[in-house]
Structure formats: structure tokens, C-alpha cells
């Protein structure tokens, strides 16, 4: 994060002070670069995040469906298993 | 490398997924996050060793950063210590008693050693952790007492380091903490009492050498657990011995209560740990004097300034201490040395009034009305700026209008900040004051307990809660919950919030040094002040940053006048980048060392003001002041979560100790008791609430894995959490059920009795019928619980499914245990549970098809067949019930039940199911009063026209085929079978001659003849329990033809009615020939239209020249015909009168029958008797005249009838002849009634033109 090799050789930056100022300003700008990355990674859980949070909900909607209509072929079934049995003497 | 990369595409990619990543669902519940990523730490992750990398600090504060380093580790391996002591729970409890012999008592101590070793060595790292404690705290406390002591000395002055006093502090707080612990776990020092014995008895099975270094530890393990507040007194025996302590320590104790009064605190155990360290840092003060050392006041020292000490003291004399446990912080300062040479009420409430005002000032029941105005407005506030954060044009505004927008943001978020931070510390303060202070035996029994059989924690928490504390508990969490989920919107929009935040930080970083201290650095380098100037221009080296274009101003530059006039609020980019967590503790330090009232420079002489201008002073306090959340706004989501944290809530270590168990059941833990108050409450503003005390377990659960990592914990909340889920569920889905089933009973009820006013009707009702505070719940998908999601609507649903089946049986079953007048009760209860399903479906759109519901309810899965457990039932009923067993009286239309006779005996049904909860029939008890009261007024006339309209909705076209079918049949057994056998009978016994007799012997003489005549057929044991019965059935079954005839043509009738007016085409078939014409085709030629046609034909209601009594008895009358041969006993229609005295033909038989029927009554076994119109009803003639009528003998009948030969003698002479016997005119009245009947059905064959034997292959 800290690089004192960048430091020095900018156009004041003559005495030290000068030198570990402009060092400084690179650090700012470095941060700045580290920082974007760090966001990334940050905005990166938060989409995985949400998606997985919309995901289920989607799913969980599409697996009640789904549930609600394996009732209704259960029951057809049963309605049509009466039909293949022998009538009742 | 940072120009080749720009990340804003990728974000822009990322947004421009054609994914919708908006909730499905209305959130309830507090943010979850299954990936957790931290990029800022809670630590200086470098141990502050970059401070070298900056400009003349890497000799400045060297000392204090290391010290700051050393205590922070101490700090973070005291919290963990207190971790591993507060969740310890006794192993020796555990262990077998030794027994059996030597080697074997030897041998089990052996293993209890072995078991132990590992808890007991764990726990030995306190005795280290004590050692090393101590003697960095008292270093750290030595650097600065040397400091305070050269000053006094009048050597060189150095401005101390606030930070490391304030570390100082909180390591103090460490061991406070790590002592009260220690000291409650009783259970250490018995495990080590075990491991003790078990040692000294197996000692020669260990190695030596480990013999003897455990013998050594043991030595100094010993006193150690034996001892109470052995930490504490140990610092304070070592810190006293420090030259200039007081000095120190009294500093100490000022910053707390001045940190307090600033509230430079965002967390709550940040506030209590301050309050907690400010009195135990007085302790420390605190000295009785020896001969070696002065005795030192703590309360009288120059440093303290008892009365702001007494400001928070008094508001707070109980303090959360960790997990469950207290402080007790007026006791600690009483049992003080010098405590005495001070008026106690000081620092605590004396008086009943204060004391009185202490306990209001906890109670969270009066703070919640403040909370609830504060979030409201907070989260209409949050809301306008995270619309604001969303625009997109956010990114493109100008660069000060986007620096405004940022700090605004800012604000608002440190305002979430207070706002969660007085919510949840009203909350912890509140249970720990639950907890210092127990119920008295009065209030437990008031709350249904006992106090005898009650335990420590009931005492304090079940029976300590009112309901109004409860209900305040539940808001206060919902709230808390509530803000945290609104703050992470802004958190969760991370790219656009993080940048502003740290946009924000950055600008009032850079403002504070370009502007607020670009002049006074101009002064001081420009008028040399030796003092400041050295430390201004390494500030403004520090951390300045700089535009592109603009040179980097050193001091040369900074003298000239270009600099003075200039305007420096451009001299630096808008970034977004905080400081570095080093560069920001370097700011804040030398800011803070520039601004110390004891700087030389900062004092002003009578010739010269102060190096640094008053305004400038104000400006950097105020950045001081603003700098201190900082941190906490860099680590936004971390510090949302430690605010929102409520895992104190279910933590019960100490009182699981303090009550010698090894748990407590569900019924006494916090959560549950939150929950179950809700339930409590039924429909009512807390209902959606229901899930926030359940965020207890999810945050308690986090500290289990994270905080504690103890699995054992994580097992038990799991536990918990599934036991009171499913309870939850349970109940849930109850009181669900019941709300929707007594909103569609009262819908209902309303529309039957017209009653009006929810007044009517009982509390639930009127609960019922207001607002639906379970909509919100009903909203919910999913729930998150301990990091999983569970699918809370499908669970709702599948209850709500197996209720409706349960209600839908029970009415069936009902139906099935009693006769046919109670068909009216399972109308209602299906229209009920219809209504209900249609209300519940709006909500639970998953939820079953009401008809596939019925189907399985009522068994009639069958293809095609009808049968159903209803129709059975009514089969059954009407067969075995309702025509042999009623009369039929025609003046009322109504089926009665007469007396109960041998040959009449109700058929043999299941028992009356029985009522588990109220809201499996109407819902509340009262509405079910209320349906069966409607329902005993409409049944006790008998079975008629509605009984049979309802019957008809039950059943259904199918039901309605299925029953007339059977009953079809039914009546042709009656006639082809058990009457013609009467018929037979009665032929057999007909007197051989019936010759009428003539007019001269008057009335009473008639009368007489044929009662002789018929003497023998009337002593015809089977006359009334076979002949009579027999054609009782017959009429019966005719009556309720005819009634369910006219509940049809009534039901097609209101069919009819919804249907277009004559000639017009169904607008089915108005929609096919617009389809079949777009799509080119004439409506004759298209498939589509011919479908139409059809399925609105099949679907149609019946003709109305239809009826179901023809067919039936165009059924009856070919049985009949087969039969015809014995009944008309060869008197065909076309012969002649001639053998009218000597024939058997059906009329004669029918004739005695009626003569009879109006003169022998059933004579009972004890010797009563009862007549045949009341027992019988009016069926009986109608089934006559339904045969006559059949047989073509109708007029035969009329012509030599014996009754209407008798009516005749008797009308003809009553003019003339004297006043008739009583018999005689009971005779002719009971006849009249009959004939009346028999003409009215006579005269409806007619007019429907029923079939005869002879005619019926015509319907055919």
C-alpha cells in the first residue's frame, strides 16, 4: 500500500519534505486504485448475495407450484387408477 | 496499472444483467448475507508500523504505538479468554462416581484425569493471561505516569497520548469483566477440585517429569481459583505501587465520563464499557493508606470531578457486563474505602424519589413512544436519500453538489447510528435491570407462578415481565430490526454509497487541512513559531492531498502571498479514499496534541493571543468530534450488525450456573416468551411482528460460531429454534384459520339473519372482523433462521390444506352421525369453508383447489361414479330414515318424526364426532351457538322444501342422478315386492262380498256394515306394521320426488334467469364465431363455434317441461305393470261393473285399507292408542291414490269406495235425521282429510299426465 520506492523525483519535490509529500499523494492515488478493488469485491457478495436471496424466493414460489400441481396429478391418477380396476360386483 | 484499469464497466456489465435481483417479498426480518466480506478490519491490520512511511512519525508516538499494539493484543486474548470462561460448563457433573475396588477406583480417576487435563489446561491460560496482563497494563500506565511525574518536575512537557489512556481503559475493563466472569463460574474451581483428586490419586500413573510441573501449576492454580476478584486486586496492588498512579488513573476516569458526555461511542458495549471502566477506574484510584503509601480519595481528588461522575452514575448504577451478567456498580463503589467521607447521594439515588425515577429512566415501556416518532421520521429521512442514491445521474452531478449530497449522507447514516444505539442499549440496560432486580413472591403468583417451585431465572425474566414490558420488548426489536434492514438498502447500494461515504470522508479530511489549517500553518511558518510550526507542517505533509495540476505547496510556497489570497477548496481531487486507518490515528493524535489546553501554545500572554486563533481551536475539537466514527462509517455493514445485535437476548450462562442446570426449558427463554405473548394477543398490531424475537436466535447463533465458536451453543439455540418454529407454525396456522373461518362464518351469518353490528357478536368476532394483521405474514415467502431459508408460505399452505381437509371431513362427518335435517348445518359448513378457501387463496395463491379439497374430503375420487360419502349418506338415510320413519304432513309440506314405534327404528350411525377446537366449525364458540340455534328453528318443523334444497347443493348434478336413481329404484322394489305382497294379503282377507248397503239404513248403519265386515282384515296383525307402513314408504318417497322436482325446476329457474334472453346466441359462442372470424372462417364451418354450441347446450339448464317426478314414476308405473296381474286380480278396465260386489281388485283392497285406516288405530303394548294419521301422515293416501292411478281404477275406486258410500248415506240424510254418533263423525272427518289429499294428487297426475300401466310404454 505504502510504496517508498515511488517516492521522490517529482518536480518540487527537491528537499525531503517535499519528497515524502509527494510520496504521500502517491499513496493517496494507490488507494485509490486498492480501493476499487476492494469495492468490487464487496460489490461482487452483495450481487451473490442478492441473487441468492431472489433466487430462492423465486424457486421456493416455483417449487410451491410445482408441489400444487403434483396434488392435482395425484389425484387424477387416482381418478383414473378406478377406471382400469374391475367394476365392483 | 491504475489508468489500463477501470472497474466501471465492469459494474455497468454487471448492472446491465438482464437479472432482477428486487426481493420477492416484504421484509420482516433483519438482513441476512450467506457471504460475509469485510474489507475493513476491526484492528489496525499493520500493527501501525507504516506510520514510518510518513514524514518525522516513525520516532513520534513510538512508545504509545506500541503499547497501543501490546494492549489491543492483550484486549482481543481477554475477550477470548472471556469466551472460553463464560461458555465453560462443568465436565466433573458429568463424570461416573468412582466405586468398586482399589485398582478400579484408581483406574476410573485415571480416565476422569484424562478427560480433564485438556478443560483444565485451557482454562490455566487465565493464571498466564493474569501474569502478562498485569504487567503490560502497569508498563503502558508507568510510561505515562513518568510523563505526568517529569511535568510536575517542571523537565520538558510532553502531551500525552489520549489514545493509550483510553486502551488503558479498556484493558482495565478486560480484566473487570474476566474477574466477574471467573468469579460466577463456580463450576471451574469444582472441575478443578475433581481434576485435583483425580490427579493426587492416579499421580504415579503420569511421567514424572509431567508429575511434577502439574504439582507446580497446581500450587499456583489453587489460590487462584479459590480467591475472588483475584485479578483486579492483583492490578491493584501492582498499579499502586507506580509512582504518579493517581495522576494517571484519575485521567483515566475523567476521559470515560468525558467520552461519554461527547458520546464519542457508536456501540452500545462501547457505552457500558465506559461507564463500567469510569467507576472501576475510581476503584482503582481508591487506597485505605499504609505506612509505605499515602492514602488516596478517589472521591476527593483533584482530577475527579465528582458531580459529572455523578451525572451518569446516578442514571446508570446497573450496567450490562457480558452475556447475561450485570454490574452492579453502586454496590462496588460502596464497598469503596473512602466511600464514607462522601454523602452517598452523590453518585447514586438516595432518596425514594430518584430511586423511583432510575427504575422509570430503564424502563424501555416509556422510551418506546420517543422511538417510534425518532424511526419514523429517521426512516422517511433514509428513504428520500436512498432514492436520491439510486438516480442515476448521482455519478454525473457536479463536484460540489455531489460532495453536499455525500456528507448529507453521512449524516444520516451517524444518525441511524444514534438511533440504533439508543434503541438496543434502552433494551440490554432494561434486561439487565430485569435481571438485578427479581419478582417479589406476590407478583410471581399474580403471573402464575409459585414462588417456591420457581427458579432464579423465572424470578427475573418469566415472571419479572409485564405485558406492556413484553409488548415494548417486541416493538423495540421490530424497530431496531427495522432500521438496520432500511440502513443496509443504503449499505447494500455499495458502489454508490461506499464511494459517497468515503467521499465524504475524504472532503472533510482534505477541507480540514487545505482550509481550516492552510492559514494558521501560513502563520507559523511565516513567523517561525518554534512551537507549532514543526508539527503543522507534518500534519500537512501527513495527509494533504493534491490535484494534478496543482504543485504541492512546501513551506517556501506556503509564505508567499499568491498562497494567503487564494482559495485552497480545489487544491485536491474529489476522491473517494478514506485515510488510511494509521494516517487517520496520526491526524487525530496530532490534532488532539495541537489542541490540549495544557500546550504552551494554546496559553495566551497579556501581550500576545494564542499561536492558534479560539475559531481555529472550535474547528479542529469539531473535527475531532466528527473524525471519531470514522472508523465505524468505513466498516458500515460490520457496525450496522454490532448495533442491530441482540444475541444478549438468549445468552444464559450465568443463570444456567447461578441455577445449577444444565438448561432451561423453551417456556423461560426470553425469545419464546416475547413469542408466545404475541400469540397471545391473537389479531393484533404485534401479529406481524412475530418474526423479530426469532432474530434473537440468529444473532445469538452468529455469536456461538463467531463470538464463543463453542458448537455445543450453536446445537442448543438450533434446538430451541426448531422446537419453537414448529410451534410457532402450529399456532400460527390456527389462529390463521380460525380468523378467515370466522370472517366467512360472520359474511355469512349476516347475509342469512341480517344481523348488523360486530357489537352482536364476542370479542374474537369483532377481532376478527377488523383489520388483518396477518396479511404481512401471509406476504412471506421465506424466512431466514440460523442462515438457512425456509420456505414459511409452503409450510403455511400445507397446513392450511390439511385444516381445510379436517374441516371439510368434520362437516361430513357430522352430516354422517345424524339424519337428513341436519343436511341444512352441512350446507352452511361447506359454504363456509368455500368462502374461506376463496378468502385464504388470495393470500396463499399455492394453495389447493377447493373442489379437489372437496373431492378427497368427500371420497369421491371414483371416476364418473358419483359416489361420494355425502351422496352415501343420503342414500342411507332416506331409505333406512326419512320414508319409513316420517309422516308426511301435506298442510305444512314438511316430513315429521311421529312417535317411535316397534316396526320404526332409526338406523344405527356412528357417534356424533367430537368438537376438538371451536374453529373447525364456525369458528368461535359463540358463532357456533349462533349457526346451530338458526339451525334448531329451521329443523324442528321437520324435514321440508330447504332441507331439500340444501340437500340438492350438497350433492351436486352428479349426487343428484346418483340419489334419484336409487331411489328410482328403490320405490319399484317397494311396489314390486313388499307391497304387492301386502296387496295379496289384504285380497286374501277381503270379506267375499262387499256389496254396498243400501241408503235406508242411514249413515250409522252403513258404518256399522262394513266396520263388520272388515272385522276380520282389522284384527290383521301385519295391518299397520305392513300394509300401512308399506305405503307410507311409497307416498313418502313420492313427497320428496316432488320436492326435489321443485328444488331443481328453482335452481334451473335462477339459471335461466343468468342467461341471454331467447334467441340471442351464449356468449361462448358469440367468442368462438369472433375467433373462427378472425381467423377467416364462416361460424357454420368452424370447429371451434360447433364446440361452443355444444358445451353451452350439455351445460344448459333442464327444459323447464322437464321433471324428475314423471321419470321417476314412468319408472314406477312399468313396474307396476309387471306386477299389474295380482293387484287388479282380473277387474281389467274393460270389463264390465258386473262383479263389483265380489272383486278383489286393488280398489276394493284399497277401499277396506282406508276403512280401516280411519278406524283402527295401532293399539300399543300398554294398551294405548294412537292414531294412524298422526302416526302415518298423509304419504299413506297419496301412495293409494298414486296406485289407483297406475291401475287405471281411480273412478272404480270413487264408485264403490266403503267410506265415500258411508259419506254419501251420511250427507244425504244429515239434514234430515238425528245428530249422528261421535264414532260416525270422527269417521267422516278423518275421511275428509284423506279424501282432500287424495283428490289434490289425483288432480296433479292429471295435469303432469302420469303414465298408467297401460299408457306407459308411450314415456318409453
Not at chain 1, 523525483?9 to 476499487?36: C, H, I, L, P, Y
Request: aromatic share 8%.
Amino acid at each position: 500500500m505504502f510504496s517508498k520506492n515511488k517516492a521522490g523525483g517529482g518536480k518540487v519535490g527537491a528537499n525531503s519534505e517535499g519528497s515524502a509529500t509527494r510520496t504521500v499523494q502517491k499513496d493517496w492515488e494507490q488507494r485509490d486504485f486498492t480501493q476499487t478493488l476492494q469495492l468490487g469485491l464487496s460489490q461482487l457478495t452483495l450481487f451473490l448475495n442478492q441473487f441468492d436471496a431472489t433466487t430462492r424466493g423465486r424457486l421456493s414460489e416455483l417449487n410451491s407450484k410445482l408441489a400444487k400441481l403434483e396434488r392435482r396429478l395425484e389425484l387424477v391418477e387416482a381418478t383414473l387408477f378406478t377406471v382400469d380396476q374391475e367394476p365392483a360386483q | 496499472m491504475t489508468e489500463s484499469f477501470d472497474a466501471s464497466h465492469v459494474f455497468s456489465q454487471m448492472a446491465a444483467l438482464p437479472i432482477c435481483l428486487d426481493e420477492v417479498q416484504a421484509s420482516l426480518q433483519g438482513p441476512t448475507q450467506r457471504l460475509h466480506y469485510e474489507a475493513v478490519g476491526e484492528r489496525n491490520p499493520v500493527g501501525f508500523a507504516d506510520r514510518n512511511g510518513f514524514e518525522g512519525y516513525s520516532l513520534q508516538f513510538a512508545d504509545e504505538t506500541k503499547g497501543l499494539v501490546e494492549l489491543d493484543a492483550l484486549a482481543e486474548r481477554g475477550g477470548e479468554l472471556a469466551s472460553l470462561v463464560y461458555t465453560y460448563r462443568s465436565v466433573a457433573k458429568a463424570l461416573p462416581p468412582t466405586s468398586g475396588d482399589e485398582a478400579n477406583k484408581r483406574k476410573m480417576y485415571s480416565a476422569s484425569f484424562e478427560v480433564l487435563e485438556p478443560h483444565i489446561n485451557r482454562i490455566k491460560a487465565l493464571l498466564f493471561f493474569k501474569v502478562d496482563g498485569i504487567q503490560k497494563f502497569c508498563t503502558n500506565l508507568h510510561l505515562l505516569a513518568r510523563n505526568v511525574v517529569s511535568s510536575v518536575k517542571g523537565k520538558e512537557k510532553e502531551i500525552p497520548c489520549e489514545a493509550l489512556y483510553m486502551q488503558l481503559l479498556y484493558t482495565l475493563d478486560v480484566f473487570v469483566v474476566l474477574d466477574s466472569i471467573k468469579d460466577a463460574k463456580a463450576c471451574i474451581n469444582n472441575d478443578f477440585a475433581f481434576y485435583k483428586r483425580a490427579f493426587q490419586l492416579c499421580a504415579k500413573d503420569v511421567e514424572k517429569s509431567k508429575a511434577e510441573q502439574i504439582t507446580n501449576e497446581m500450587k499456583d492454580l489453587q489460590p487462584f481459583w479459590g480467591l475472588r476478584q483475584v485479578l483486579l486486586n492483583d492490578l491493584k496492588r501492582e498499579v499502586q505501587a507506580i509512582p504518579g498512579f493517581d495522576e494517571v488513573v484519575a485521567t483515566m476516569a475523567s476521559l470515560a465520563i468525558d467520552y461519554l458526555d461527547n458520546e464519542w461511542y457508536v456501540l452500545p458495549s462501547e457505552k457500558h464499557r465506559l461507564i463500567r471502566a469510569s467507576a472501576y477506574a475510581l476503584w482503582l484510584l481508591d487506597t485505605h493508606g499504609s505506612d509505605r503509601e499515602p492514602k488516596i480519595n478517589a472521591f476527593k481528588h483533584k482530577k475527579i470531578a465528582l458531580k459529572n461522575f455523578g451525572r451518569w452514575l446516578k442514571r446508570y448504577p446497573i450496567v450490562p457486563l457480558y452475556g447475561d451478567m450485570h454490574a452492579n456498580l453502586q454496590q462496588l463503589l460502596g464497598a469503596m474505602p473512602n466511600f464514607a467521607t462522601i454523602s452517598a447521594s452523590e453518585l447514586f439515588p438516595a432518596n425514594a424519589r430518584e430511586q423511583a425515577k432510575n427504575v422509570a429512566q430503564y424502563d424501555v415501556v416509556q422510551a418506546l413512544p420517543v422511538f417510534r416518532k425518532q424511526a419514523a421520521s429517521y426512516i422517511a429521512e433514509l428513504s428520500a436519500n436512498d432514492h436520491c442514491c439510486k438516480a442515476p445521474f448521482i455519478g454525473s452531478l457536479p463536484r460540489d453538489e455531489r460532495t453536499a449530497f455525500a456528507q448529507r449522507l453521512v449524516d444520516t447514516v451517524l444518525k441511524g447510528f444514534r438511533l440504533m444505539l439508543s434503541v438496543n442499549s434502552v433494551m440490554m440496560e432494561f434486561i439487565s435491570f430485569k435481571f438485578s432486580k427479581p419478582a417479589s413472591d406476590e407478583l410471581i403468583a399474580r403471573r402464575g407462578g409459585s414462588a417456591s417451585s420457581a427458579t432464579d431465572y423465572e424470578k427475573v425474566l418469566r415472571y419479572n415481565l409485564g405485558s406492556q414490558e413484553k409488548t415494548a420488548l417486541v416493538e423495540c426489536l421490530a424497530l431496531l430490526k427495522g432500521v438496520h434492514t432500511a440502513m443496509s438498502t443504503i449499505a447494500g447500494r455499495l458502489r454508490e454509497s461506499e464511494l459517497l461515504v468515503r467521499r465524504a470522508i475524504h472532503e472533510a479530511t482534505q477541507y480540514f487541512i487545505h482550509t481550516v489549517m492552510g492559514p494558521p500553518t501560513r502563520k507559523a511558518v511565516k513567523y517561525d513559531k518554534k512551537l507549532i510550526r514543526h508539527q503543522l507542517m507534518q500534519l500537512r505533509n501527513m495527509c494533504a492531498d493534491w490535484s494534478d495540476g496543482v504543485a504541492i505547496m512546501d513551506e517556501d510556497r506556503i509564505k508567499s502571498k499568491q498562497f494567503k489570497g487564494s482559495d485552497h477548496t480545489k487544491d485536491y481531487p474529489a476522491r473517494s479514499v478514506a485515510p488510511s486507518p494509521t494516517q487517520l490515528w496520526l491526524i487525530r493524535a496530532t490534532v488532539q496534541a495541537l489542541c490540549d489546553e495544557r500546550a504552551p501554545h494554546m496559553k495566551a500572554t497579556l501581550l500576545q493571543d494564542p499561536d492558534l486563533p479560539k475559531e481555529t481551536v472550535k474547528d479542529m475539537k469539531d473535527f475531532l468530534h466528527k473524525s471519531a466514527s470514522y472508523p465505524y462509517l468505513l466498516r458500515l455493514p460490520a457496525t450496522l450488525s454490532s448495533l442491530a445485535d441482540v444475541s444478549y437476548m438468549w445468552m444464559r450462562e450465568y443463570h444456567l450456573e447461578l441455577c445449577m442446570r444444565v438448561q432451561f426449558p423453551v417456556s423461560m427463554s426470553l425469545p419464546a416468551i416475547l413469542i408466545e405473548h404475541i400469540q397471545s394477543q391473537g389479531n393484533s398490531v404485534l401479529m406481524p411482528l412475530l418474526f423479530s424475537p426469532m432474530e434473537t436466535y440468529n444473532d445469538a447463533s452468529a455469536s456461538a460460531l463467531r463470538v464463543h465458536r463453542q458448537q455445543f451453543l450453536f446445537t442448543e439455540i438450533e434446538a430451541e429454534l426448531n422446537l419453537i418454529f414448529d410451534n410457532v407454525l402450529f399456532n400460527l396456522s390456527d389462529q390463521i384459520f380460525k380468523h378467515f373461518k370466522t370472517r366467512a362464518a360472520v359474511a355469512l351469518l349476516q347475509q342469512h339473519s341480517n344481523a348488523d353490528g360486530e357489537n352482536a357478536y364476542d370479542p374474537e368476532v369483532r377481532q376478527a372482523t377488523g383489520k388483518n394483521f396477518f396479511a404481512p405474514l401471509l406476504g412471506l415467502r421465506r424466512v431466514h433462521l440460523l442462515g438457512r431459508s425456509v420456505h414459511f408460505a409452503r409450510l403455511l399452505t400445507q397446513r392450511m390444506n390439511a385444516k381445510l381437509h379436517d374441516s371439510l371431513d368434520l362437516a361430513i362427518r357430522r352430516f354422517e352421525a345424524r339424519d337428513l335435517g341436519h343436511v341444512l348445518e352441512l350446507q352452511r359448513m361447506l359454504r363456509v369453508c368455500r368462502l374461506t378457501h376463496e378468502l385464504l387463496s388470495e393470500w396463499l395463491p399455492d394453495i389447493d383447489p377447493f373442489d379437489q379439497l372437496m373431492t378427497y374430503a368427500n371420497a369421491s375420487v371414483t371416476f364418473l361414479s358419483f359416489s361420494s360419502r355425502i351422496l352415501e349418506h343420503a342414500k342411507e338415510t332416506i331409505k333406512l330414515d326419512l320414508l319409513p320413519n316420517y309422516a308426511y304432513r301435506a298442510n305444512g309440506h314438511t316430513f315429521q318424526r311421529p312417535m317411535k314405534m316397534p316396526f320404526t327404528t332409526e338406523p344405527e350411525r356412528d357417534a356424533l364426532p367430537r368438537l376438538r377446537q371451536h374453529h373447525m366449525l364456525f369458528g368461535t364458540k359463540q358463532l357456533n351457538a349462533e349457526f346451530q340455534f338458526a339451525h334448531a328453528r329451521q329443523t324442528q318443523s321437520g324435514v321440508g322444501p330447504i332441507h331439500v334444497e340444501a340437500l340438492l347443493e350438497v350433492l351436486g348434478e352428479g349426487g343428484l342422478n346418483g340419489l334419484l336413481a336409487d331411489l328410482r329404484a328403490h320405490v319399484g322394489d317397494l311396489i314390486e315386492f313388499d307391497i304387492t305382497g301386502y296387496v295379496a294379503a289384504v285380497q286374501e282377507a277381503l270379506p267375499p262380498n262387499s256389496k254396498l248397503p243400501g241408503y235406508e239404513y242411514g249413515a250409522s248403519g252403513c258404518y256399522l256394515y262394513f266396520d263388520a265386515k272388515l272385522k276380520d282384515l282389522a284384527g290383521y296383525e301385519e295391518l299397520h306394521s305392513g300394509v300401512v307402513h308399506n305405503f307410507r314408504r311409497l307416498g313418502n318417497a313420492v313427497v320428496l320426488l316432488q320436492m326435489l322436482d321443485a328444488a331443481v325446476q328453482a335452481q334451473a329457474t335462477s339459471t335461466l334467469l343468468h342467461l341471454p334472453s331467447y334467441g340471442g346466441d351464449h356468449s361462448v359462442v358469440k367468442a368462438a364465431s369472433m375467433v373462427a372470424g378472425a381467423h377467416g372462417e364462416s361460424p357454420e364451418d368452424s370447429d371451434t363455434v360447433e364446440m361452443a354450441r355444444q358445451v353451452t347446450s350439455l351445460c344448459s339448464p333442464l327444459a323447464s317441461n322437464a321433471s324428475i317426478l314423471l321419470r321417476s314414476l314412468v319408472d314406477a308405473a312399468t313396474v307396476m305393470a309387471r306386477v299389474k296381474g295380482t293387484w287388479l286380480a282380473g277387474d281389467s278396465p274393460q270389463s264390465d261393473l258386473s262383479a263389483a260386489d265380489t272383486t278383489k281388485a286393488f280398489y276394493k283392497v284399497w277401499s277396506a285399507v282406508q276403512f280401516l285406516f280411519c278406524t283402527v288405530p295401532l293399539e300399543m303394548t300398554n294398551g294405548q292408542t294412537l292414531d294412524n294419521v298422526v302416526l302415518f301422515g298423509d304419504g299413506v293416501p297419496l301412495a293409494g291414490a298414486l296406485c289407483l292411478h297406475f291401475l287405471g281404477q281411480r273412478h272404480r275406486f270413487e264408485l264403490f269406495d266403503f267410506a265415500q258410500h258411508v259419506l254419501a248415506v251420511f250427507s244425504s240424510s244429515e239434514g234430515t235425521s238425528q245428530q249422528a254418533d261421535t264414532t260416525l263423525r270422527e269417521f267422516i272427518g278423518r275421511y275428509m282429510t284423506l279424501k282432500a289429499i287424495t283428490e289434490r294428487a289425483h288432480a296433479m297426475f292429471d295435469t303432469s299426465h302420469m303414465p298408467t300401466c297401460f299408457n306407459v310404454w308411450r314415456y318409453t
